[in-house]
Every structure is written in C-alpha cells, then in structure tokens.
C-alpha cells in the first residue's frame, strides 16, 4: 500500500486548505481500515486530525472538529481533508496514514508528509 499526499505548498491566513491522499495497492473500502490525517508542527510531536473509515463513517480531534471536513472519492481510492480559517499555527507537515483497531488504533503504512505553511 501506498499513499501519497498532494496539496499546496503555502496557505494564506482565513483561507480554507485543501490536501488530498491518493491511495495505491490497495482500496479504500477494504474493510475494517480507516484512513487519517496527521499532522505535525515545527517542534512538536504528532497531532491526529481526523478519519474516515471503510463505510465512510467519520470522526475528528475535538480541537480541530469545527473547521476541519474529511470526505472520500471512491471511485478514485482517495481521500481529502478540508480546513478552514487556517492560522499560521496550522503550519506543519501533514500526512495521511493507514489504520486499523484490534483493542487501540495501530497506523501500518503513512504518506511521506507534505509541508504546508500558513503565511501571508
């Protein structure tokens, strides 16, 4: 399995970030995986963002929930993240990774991250 991330490089403040991961040797609808994004800021350790699973339910980080949309393109194998009113503490590198829940969440295959800095 690999993912791939792709998205713009620089943000401006209060304007909406837009990343896509576009999954290959492998489906998004396999069951009983979900797929999320990470993320991690300059300095700091890992921050989780959001995922959608399988069936396309989803969830997100309480502290991120209120402007931030995960969604899924089956019939492409990818999914986005959309977050709004980006500040520049959203500047990180962010990745999309693999999961699955045998008892506590397990991550098996990542993207390599792509840098994504909020300035104006």
């Known amino acids: 399995v690999q993912l791939q991330e792709s998205g713009p490089g620089l943000v401006k403040p209060s304007q909406i970030l837009s990343l896509t991961c576009t999954i290959s040797?492998?489906?998004?609808?396999?069951?009983?995986?979900?797929w999320n994004w990470i993320r991690q800021p300059p300095g700091k350790g890992l921050e989780w963002i959001a995922r959608i699973t399988y069936s396309g339910s989803t969830s997100y980080s309480p502290s991120l929930n209120s402007r931030t949309s995960i969604s899924r393109d089956t019939s492409n194998n990818r999914f986005t993240l959309l977050m709004s009113s980006v500040t520049p503490e959203d500047t990180a590198v962010y990745y999309c990774a693999r999961s699955y829940n045998l008892g506590a969440w397990s991550y098996d295959y990542w993207g390599q991250g792509t840098q994504v800095t909020v300035s104006s």
């Open positions: 040797g492998g489906s998004i609808t396999t069951n009983y995986y979900s």
